[in-house]
C-alpha cells in the first residue's frame, strides 16, 4: 500500500498536470486576444461570435467522441450539449445586438454633429416641460381644491399648457428612442466614446420625462376636475379622451421606475469598470452627467419611487421601452406644422414617414 507521502505526491503531480493544460490555452487565449484587440477586433460582435462559434464546434466534436464512445458517459455528454445550446443562444443573441440601427449606421463624424444638435435639443426640450411647470405653479393653476371649477379662461390656458407639454414630451421621446441603442456600441476599446455618450444622452432624456412629468401630474392631482377636463376629448385640438391618464400610465409606472434604476446602476458600472467620468471629461460630456446626477436627485427628493420595491425588478429590466404610440399620436403633416425645428435632426425626422402618412 501507498503511503501518505506517496498519495500526497500523485496528487500535487495531478493537480499540476491540470495546471499545466488549463494555463497553456490561457497563454495562448491573451497571445491571440492581443493580436484581434491590435487588429481592431470588437469585443461584441467579433470576439464574442469568434469565441462562441468555436465553442459550438469544440461542443459538437466532444458530443460527437463522447456518443461513439462504449460505455457513454451521460453526465459529461449532457453537460456538453448544454455547452453546445448556450454556444447557440450566445451567438443568437451577438447577432440581434450586432444588427444596424440608424445611431449604429452613423460614421463618426456624422454621430458627433448629430449628437451636439440632439444634445441641445434634450436642453431646449427638458427646460420647456420644467417651465410649463413652473408657470402652473406660479399662476395656481389649476386652483388647489378638488371641489373647484375651472374658467372658461382657466381651461384655454390649462389646455394650452397640456398641448405644449406633450409636443415637448413627444420630441424629447423621440430623442431617447433614438440613442437607447447604445449598446450596439462596443464598449470594450473603439467605440467606448461613442456607447458612453449615447447612454448619458437617452438616460438623462429618460429622466427628464420622468421628473417633469410626475411635476405635471401632482400638479393636476390637487383639482380633480382638472384631471377630468384633460382626460376629456378635445376634437379642436385633435386629442382623443384619456391622454391624462395614458401620459402616467405611459411614463411614471413601475416599469419606468424600474428603468431608472436600472439605468442609475448601470451608470455607476460603468463609472467603475472604464473609469467612465474621466472619459466624459475627455469627451466634453461632463456637462451632461452632472445634469444626469441632478435628476436622479430631483427625483428622489419627490419621493416618487420606492426603491425597496423596485431595485430586484431593476436588475432585471433593461432600459429599452416599447414605443408609446398610444400616447404620441402622430398628426400628418406635423414635420412641416412645427416648422422642421423641433422634430428634425440631421438626415433623420423624428416623426417616422409611415407614421405620419396614417
Known amino acids: 500500500m501507498r503511503t501518505e507521502e506517496e498519495k500526497a505526491g500523485s496528487a500535487m503531480i495531478l493537480n499540476a498536470r491540470r495546471a499545466g493544460r488549463l494555463l497553456l490555452p490561457v497563454a495562448f487565449g491573451l497571445l491571440l486576444g492581443f ?3 491590435d487588429r481592431g477586433m470588437r469585443l461584441v460582435p467579433d470576439a464574442v461570435a469568434t469565441a462562441a462559434g468555436t465553442a459550438l464546434i469544440a461542443c459538437l466534436l466532444l458530443s460527437y467522441a463522447f456518443f461513439k464512445s462504449k ?3 451521460r453526465r459529461k455528454l449532457q453537460a456538453i450539449i448544454a455547452g453546445a445550446v448556450a454556444s447557440i443562444l450566445i451567438l443568437g443573441a451577438v447577432a440581434w445586438m450586432a444588427r444596424p440601427s440608424p445611431l449604429t449606421s452613423q460614421d463618426a463624424a456624422h454621430f458627433e454633429a448629430s449628437f451636439v444638435v440632439e ?18 405653479q406660479e399662476a395656481s393653476l389649476p386652483p388647489a381644491d378638488d371641489e373647484a371649477i375651472l374658467s372658461a379662461d382657466q381651461e384655454v390656458a390649462l389646455l394650452d399648457a397640456w398641448m405644449a407639454f406633450r409636443d415637448y ?4 421621446d423621440q430623442t431617447r428612442r433614438f440613442y437607447e441603442d447604445y449598446y450596439r456600441f462596443d464598449i470594450s476599446r473603439h467605440e467606448r466614446a461613442q456607447h458612453l455618450k449615447s447612454f448619458l444622452l437617452t438616460f438623462a432624456a429618460e429622466l427628464a420625462l420622468y421628473e417633469n412629468a410626475a411635476r405635471f401630474a401632482a400638479q393636476m392631482a390637487t383639482n ?4 377630468t377636463f384633460l382626460d376629456a376629448p378635445h376634437t379642436e385640438r385633435h386629442l382623443s379622451g384619456g391622454s391624462f391618464s395614458l401620459m402616467r400610465q405611459q411614463l411614471l409606472g413601475a416599469r419606468d421606475q424600474a428603468r431608472i434604476i436600472a439605468g442609475e446602476q448601470y451608470l455607476d458600472s460603468l463609472r467603475l469598470t472604464i473609469d467612465a467620468h474621466r472619459l466624459a471629461e475627455e469627451e466634453g460630456v461632463s456637462g451632461l452627467w452632472r445634469r ?11 419621493g416618487v419611487i ?10 432585471l429590466q433593461g432600459l429599452k421601452r416599447q414605443l408609446k404610440r398610444a400616447w404620441y399620436p402622430v398628426q400628418k403633416g406635423a414635420a412641416e406644422t412645427l416648422g422642421d425645428t423641433r422634430v428634425r435632426r440631421i438626415g433623420h425626422y423624428l416623426i417616422d414617414k409611415p407614421l405620419s402618412d396614417k
Do not use: C, F, H
Open 169 to 172: 414630451a413627444m420630441a424629447l
Open 306 to 315: 420606492d426603491r425597496s420595491e423596485t431595485t430586484v425588478r431593476a436588475d
Open 224 to 227: 380633480a376636475n382638472a384631471k
Open 119 to 136: 444634445r441641445q435639443r434634450y436642453r431646449e426640450q427638458a427646460q420647456g416641460m420644467a417651465r410649463i411647470v413652473e408657470r402652473l
Open 71 to 73: 460505455p457513454q458517459p
Open 292 to 302: 444626469v446626477d441632478q435628476s436622479l436627485a430631483a427625483i428622489d427628493a419627490l
Open 35 to 37: 493580436w484581434g484587440a
